[in-house]
């Protein structure tokens, strides 16, 4: 394998490591979340991976990042606590391998807010590619409108795409985290804001988890950490697009898991509505990386013509 290669290759698999921890904390949060309640779950998950995250800023020598990053490490926190929240409270309600399908949507939505705040153009292939994923979700959901499910489990789809819509902000955001931080330090600084965020809620819910609910909280914390980590190790060393695909692995692991831990089964609408946002999400890298292509082609610096 040649040096290029290799140097993609590296991240490409770090990434697919990440992904594949981020499923299984997925699982563990949400066999927590059953057993002692969403909030205390996101509390003591915090907690814990705070401390963690602490202990490694010491041991490793970090230093304190400026106040520029500091305001990307605030706003990616805040985004994720409550992406978190709206997607662990529809995990309880919804089979993991359907509320990952449906979170898929997220890359799609990250191009129009990629057009919004960072003033980039939106393509008719894009276009095109963004509303196959919207069939894709509408085929998911269509099992819950016919009645073949509870409508309880109808809010927490809508909740998973409430969720997908800050993870495409933070999809935006976590490029730019990752290039002027170190892993330990992106996945400290998370874990911290959050604990600040479920923190104005604790004298009210915090509750002390049973001693029996302990151990899924290390797991939880340790696996959200090191898969952060790992993430913010893979984006920072290649291209968002080249690993972007790499998340819908997580559709593969979540529908292995669901059915080992929870007996959960996949449903044909469930599966070809995954199919179908994957597939749109895939057009729409392909025609960004064309776009890219041609401006690179035609674009003349100043100073060169």
């Not at 602490?54 to 605030?74: D, E, G, K, Y």
């Not at 509870?150 to 795409?161: H, I, S």
């Not at 400290?188 to 909280?217: C, D, E, S």
Request: aromatic fraction near 8%; glycine fraction near 8%; charged fraction near 10%.
């Amino acid at each position: 394998m040649n040096a290029p290669a290799r140097a993609i290759a590296i991240p490409f698999a770090i990434c697919c490591l990440g992904v594949a921890l981020f499923s299984v904390m997925d699982a563990a949060m949400k066999g927590l979340s059953l057993s002692v309640g969403l909030y205390n779950a996101l509390f003591w998950r915090a907690v814990t991976g705070s401390v963690l995250g602490f202990l490694l800023m010491l041991l490793t020598r970090q230093r304190w990042p400026t106040r520029a990053v500091l305001r990307i490490h605030l706003l990616r926190g805040v985004v994720v606590a409550v992406m978190a929240a709206l997607f662990f409270w529809a995990l309880m309600r919804l089979p993991l391998a359907e509320a990952i399908a449906l979170s898929f949507i997220a890359p799609l939505i990250a191009l129009y807010l990629a057009a919004l705040l960072l003033k980039e153009k939106v393509g008719r292939q894009a276009i095109g590619a963004s509303l196959l994923g919207l069939v894709g979700v509408a085929v998911i959901l269509s099992g819950r409108v016919r009645g073949d499910y509870d409508g309880n489990a109808l809010l927490g789809a809508l909740a998973v795409l409430a969720s997908a819509m800050l993870f495409a902000w933070n999809l935006i955001i976590q490029r730019q985290q990752a290039q002027v931080a170190s892993p330990i330090e992106v996945a400290f600084f998370q874990h911290l804001i959050m604990l600040g965020v479920f923190a104005l809620g604790a004298p009210m819910l915090a509750i002390l988890p049973p001693v029996k609910a302990v151990p899924l909280i290390l797991l939880a914390a340790t696996l959200a950490f090191t898969s952060l980590a790992a993430l913010a190790w893979a984006y920072a060393r290649t291209e968002a697009q080249r690993l972007i695909p790499v998340e819908y692995s997580a559709f593969v692991w979540a529908a292995i898991i669901g059915w080992l831990v929870f007996g959960e089964t996949l449903t044909v609408t469930t599966v070809a509505g995954a199919l179908l946002i994957v597939t749109g999400c895939l057009i729409a890298a392909r025609s960004k990386r064309a776009e890219s292509a041609d401006y690179k082609g035609t674009h003349v610096e100043p100073g060169t013509a």
